[in-house]
């Protein structure tokens, strides 16, 4: 089904599917690839996903009709292999931006993919990408932001509504987040890196403040620094630096 959706961009969302429901909607976009070919920039969106699915095999539950669930297809030949951490960064940027609008409070990003206002998760990236042999092919990037969801249960997760006790329209959201989207695509595409990384560390959570982590079964005491050039964090523990790829350290407190 299409869906008519204006958004003032340049081609991020100017090809909208809409479907009322589905099990993923970055599924549905893998599902669309494999029988036809669709254009760079289009966008699956949903109102419900059965199988809604979250980073490292995890779930992703978002209550009916409430939140923005879409994937944005994108074609980042230019980026090499190990730089597909960027598309991750980018998208993180673009949702703070969004969100910057409507929350007064701080939109961090919590390394590596997750977007928080105080201590609640308020947004989650899911990138998954087709690589051919040195460069990437298509990336489906999938974001999942809460905007009008109330109810969390025992998770520890807000929404704008939760922030600001407002409701939005999540067609006016997700429209900026395709406009910031494809503002920091260009960016990335222009070789930006240095402007990109030093957005991205200044919106980093906890960095640069004194933290409990866990590393190997063991608590330890470290200052967040940023990221290095492959996208691991790097954090200052007993005076030494020391890398980490994803889950290779726990934030604890
Ligand atoms: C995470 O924080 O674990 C990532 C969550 C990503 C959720 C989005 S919702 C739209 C897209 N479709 C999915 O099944 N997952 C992503």
């Known amino acids: 089904m299409m869906h008519k959706f204006f958004a003032k961009t340049q081609f991020i969302g100017k090809n909208v599917i809409y479907l009322p429901q589905c099990h993923s909607t970055n599924t549905e976009m893998q599902t669309f690839l494999?029988?036809?070919?669709?254009?760079?920039?289009?966008?699956?969106?949903?109102?419900?996903?059965?199988?809604?699915?979250?980073?490292?095999?995890?779930?992703w539950i978002s209550q009916k009709e409430k939140n923005i669930l879409m994937s944005i297809l994108?074609?980042?030949?230019?980026?090499?292999?190990?730089?597909?951490?960027?598309?991750?960064?980018?998208?993180?940027?673009?949702?703070?931006?969004?969100?910057?609008h409507f929350?007064?409070?701080?939109?961090?990003?919590?390394?590596?993919?997750?977007?928080?206002?105080?201590?609640?998760?308020?947004?989650?990236?899911?990138?998954?990408?087709?690589?051919?042999?040195?460069?990437?092919?298509?990336?489906?990037?999938?974001?999942?932001?809460?905007?009008?969801?109330?109810?969390?249960?025992?998770?520890?997760?807000?929404?704008?509504l939760l922030e600001t006790g407002l409701y939005q329209n999540r067609d006016h959201v997700m429209e900026l987040i395709l406009l910031y989207m494809e503002k920091w695509f260009q960016k990335l595409k222009n070789k930006q890196y240095e402007e990109i990384i030093l957005k991205y560390h200044a919106l980093l959570f906890w960095r640069n403040e004194k933290h409990t982590f866990r590393v190997q079964g063991e608590p330890m005491e470290g200052k967040i620094q940023g990221i290095n050039d492959r996208g691991q964090l790097i954090v200052e523990i007993q005076g030494k630096k020391r890398t980490f790829n994803h889950k290779e350290l726990i934030f604890i407190k």
């Open 34 to 59: 494999k029988k036809t070919t669709l254009e760079e920039g289009t966008v699956v969106m949903a109102d419900f996903q059965i199988k809604g699915r979250g980073q490292l095999n995890g779930r």
């Open 74 to 100: 994108l074609n980042p030949t230019f980026l090499s292999l190990h730089q597909q951490y960027y598309l991750t960064i980018i998208q993180g940027l673009a949702i703070t931006d969004a969100l910057g």
């Open 103 to 160: 929350i007064a409070n701080d939109v961090k990003i919590k390394w590596p993919n997750d977007i928080y206002v105080g201590a609640n998760k308020i947004a989650g990236i899911l990138i998954e990408a087709s690589v051919s042999k040195k460069s990437i092919d298509h990336a489906i990037i999938g974001v999942g932001i809460n905007i009008n969801q109330q109810e969390f249960g025992t998770l520890k997760a807000t929404s704008v």
